[in-house]
């Protein structure tokens, strides 16, 4: 299968494009984020997408068991010898009618994409069995990333599954206890900051260019192609049936940035005939994408963002030594890197962006615990949006959706803990406490 594939600078007037085998995740020219690119025409692809079900059936071949590549051909950046697969991508897309039922949705319409079913715990794996494949395409020895939790297990786990170095910068207190212990535990160099996420991010780039390590966060253009699979899998959940609604947390953009590139290429080609809404999600006290989207009306404009939005209002930030906060620590972050490229992804998928107060957040969350296969909090920030989006309208209860819960339910213990003991929320549910005394325990169980 040839390989076509080339990277490109998004910024219009810049455009300049290079090899896929350089390890630059920047452009050398003018500093603007990088796409992959195809030349679709020389590409073998399949007829329809129905015929990517066929690789089930040999599940037994590393590649055709992966859920990011049984779909190669459609992110086709390195031969078959450097693929680097731990078996991502193994998730399911959960019908669920008790939350559809919650959120006034019609029967059949809600679904929920649990991403936490990956090795590490979220959909993290499903960029980084892609980049770690660059990875080994450029000859990277030693890598790194910052994180606020999620991407630092993903990183540590492929990178001691494929014996390379590893460092991991973290902020402050910053880190859910689950995603922490997954860094220690796969023996990656852990680097904690005095500082925040944003303050991670700025380190480690400076950190990898000095020291020439390959770096992983979502910078890195080979994750978003890995992530776009994703949405294939959601498609392919609902036999090849595109729905209304993708509704996504919003952090450092990557996702929405990847899901807006992945149906842009399959409308393109032919392979679907519609492209769903994306619905982003925010949190207040992270949101970076809602204030410049709402109320400075920021928009891709075929590439000519007006940066000077996002310079004043970052500068601003700095002037004011603005820290985001929000619960939901995935999305605890307000410089997203993709920033532009999910501008493109809301053009794309003619979609919108709010943000939600973390109350409403943790009560979504608690509601996926009762109702389906749990979540950590910044995932329920998508179920939370759908309430809203259902609330004011946007979404008609005879749509299909797609809520992507991105990470596992155990990944941040302690919010769920103290939800239920300290009586947080509306669902809180905690333990009722007893003599040890048959009669007094066997009362309470029939009241
Ligand atoms: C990383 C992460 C996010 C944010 O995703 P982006 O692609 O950075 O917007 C959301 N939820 C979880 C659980 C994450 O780990
Ligand atoms: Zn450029």
């Given at each position: 299968?040839?390989?076509?594939?080339?990277?490109?600078?998004?910024?219009?007037?810049?455009?300049?494009?290079?090899?896929r085998?350089?390890?630059?995740?920047?452009?050398?020219?003018?500093?603007?984020?990088?796409?992959?690119?195809?030349?679709?025409?020389?590409?073998?692809?399949?007829?329809?997408?129905?015929?990517?079900?066929?690789r089930w059936?040999?599940?037994?071949q590393?590649?055709?068991?992966?859920?990011?590549?049984?779909?190669?051909?459609l992110?086709?950046?390195?031969?078959?010898?450097?693929k680097?697969?731990?078996?991502?991508?193994?998730?399911?897309l959960?019908?669920?009618?008790?939350?559809?039922?919650?959120?006034?949705?019609?029967?059949?319409?809600?679904?929920?994409?649990?991403?936490?079913?990956?090795?590490?715990?979220?959909?993290?794996?499903?960029?980084?069995?892609?980049?770690?494949?660059?990875a080994?395409?450029?000859?990277?020895?030693?890598c790194?990333?910052?994180?606020?939790?999620?991407?630092?297990?993903?990183?540590?786990?492929?990178?001691?599954?494929?014996?390379?170095?590893?460092?991991?910068?973290?902020g402050?207190?910053?880190?859910?206890?689950?995603?922490?212990?997954?860094?220690?535990?796969y023996?990656?160099?852990?680097?904690?900051?005095?500082?925040?996420?944003?303050?991670?991010?700025?380190?480690?780039?400076?950190?990898?260019?000095?020291?020439?390590?390959?770096?992983?966060?979502?910078?890195?253009?080979?994750?978003?192609?890995?992530?776009?699979?994703?949405m294939?899998?959601?498609?392919?959940?609902?036999?090849?049936?595109?729905?209304?609604?993708i509704?996504?947390?919003?952090?450092?953009?990557?996702?929405?940035?990847?899901?807006?590139?992945?149906?842009?290429?399959l409308?393109?080609?032919?392979?679907?005939?519609?492209?769903?809404?994306?619905?982003?999600?925010?949190?207040?006290?992270?949101?970076?994408?809602?204030?410049?989207?709402?109320?400075?009306?920021?928009?891709?404009?075929?590439?000519?963002?007006?940066?000077?939005?996002?310079?004043?209002?970052?500068?601003?930030?700095?002037?004011?030594?603005?820290?985001?906060?929000?619960?939901?620590?995935?999305?605890e972050?307000?410089?997203?890197?993709?920033?532009?490229?999910?501008?493109?992804?809301?053009?794309?998928?003619?979609?919108?962006?709010i943000?939600?107060?973390?109350?409403?957040?943790?009560?979504?969350?608690?509601?996926?615990?009762?109702?389906?296969?749990?979540?950590?909090?910044?995932?329920?920030?998508?179920?939370?949006?759908?309430?809203?989006?259902?609330?004011?309208?946007?979404?008609?209860?005879?749509?299909?959706?797609?809520?992507?819960?991105?990470?596992?339910?155990?990944?941040?213990?302690?919010?769920?803990?103290?939800?239920?003991?300290?009586?947080?929320?509306?669902?809180?549910?905690?333990?009722?406490?007893?003599?040890?005394?048959?009669?007094?325990?066997?009362?309470?169980?029939?009241?």
């Amino acid at each position: 299968m040839a390989i076509t594939a080339y990277q490109k600078c998004i910024n219009p007037d810049c455009g300049a494009e290079f090899d896929r085998t350089e390890a630059i995740f920047k452009c050398p020219k003018c500093g603007d984020l990088l796409d992959i690119q195809y030349d679709w025409s020389k590409a073998k692809l399949p007829e329809k997408m129905e015929d990517f079900s066929k690789r089930w059936a040999n599940r037994n071949q590393r590649l055709d068991f992966s859920g990011v590549w049984r779909f190669r051909e459609l992110l086709n950046f390195c031969e078959d010898e450097h693929k680097v697969t731990i078996g991502e991508g193994q998730t399911i897309l959960q019908q669920n009618d008790f939350i559809a039922k919650e959120l006034g949705m019609d029967k059949g319409n809600v679904h929920l994409q649990y991403e936490g079913l990956n090795p590490s715990g979220s959909f993290k794996d499903n960029g980084m069995t892609a980049a770690f494949s660059h990875a080994s395409l450029v000859g990277a020895k030693s890598c790194a990333c910052a994180s606020t939790g999620n991407t630092s297990a993903a990183v540590s786990l492929y990178a001691h599954s494929c014996g390379m170095k590893c460092t991991v910068f973290i902020g402050q207190g910053r880190i859910a206890f689950g995603k922490l212990s997954q860094a220690m535990d796969y023996g990656a160099q852990t680097i904690q900051i005095a500082g925040d996420f944003d303050d991670c991010m700025k380190q480690v780039q400076d950190v990898c260019s000095k020291l020439n390590i390959y770096l992983l966060n979502s910078l890195n253009p080979f994750r978003l192609e890995g992530q776009k699979t994703i949405m294939y899998r959601i498609i392919e959940s609902l036999n090849w049936q595109v729905p209304d609604w993708i509704i996504v947390p919003g952090g450092n953009l990557g996702n929405s940035s990847s899901f807006g590139k992945a149906f842009k290429e399959l409308k393109d080609l032919g392979l679907i005939d519609r492209i769903p809404c994306l619905a982003i999600i925010n949190a207040c006290g992270a949101d970076t994408l809602s204030y410049l989207v709402n109320q400075r009306g920021l928009k891709w404009n075929s590439g000519w963002v007006e940066s000077k939005e996002i310079n004043s209002l970052y500068a601003d930030f700095t002037a004011k030594k603005f820290s985001p906060h929000t619960i939901a620590s995935a999305i605890e972050i307000s410089r997203p890197v993709n920033l532009k490229k999910c501008l493109r992804s809301i053009e794309i998928c003619d979609g919108l962006v709010i943000d939600l107060p973390d109350e409403e957040i943790k009560d979504a969350k608690a509601m996926v615990g009762k109702y389906g296969l749990g979540c950590e909090p910044a995932s329920a920030a998508s179920v939370a949006g759908l309430r809203r989006l259902v609330q004011d309208g946007t979404i008609d209860p005879g749509e299909k959706v797609a809520c992507v819960l991105t990470g596992h339910a155990l990944k941040d213990p302690d919010l769920t803990v103290n939800y239920h003991t300290k009586r947080e929320g509306v669902l809180s549910n905690p333990p009722v406490e007893v003599p040890n005394d048959l009669d007094k325990i066997i009362d309470i169980i029939k009241a």
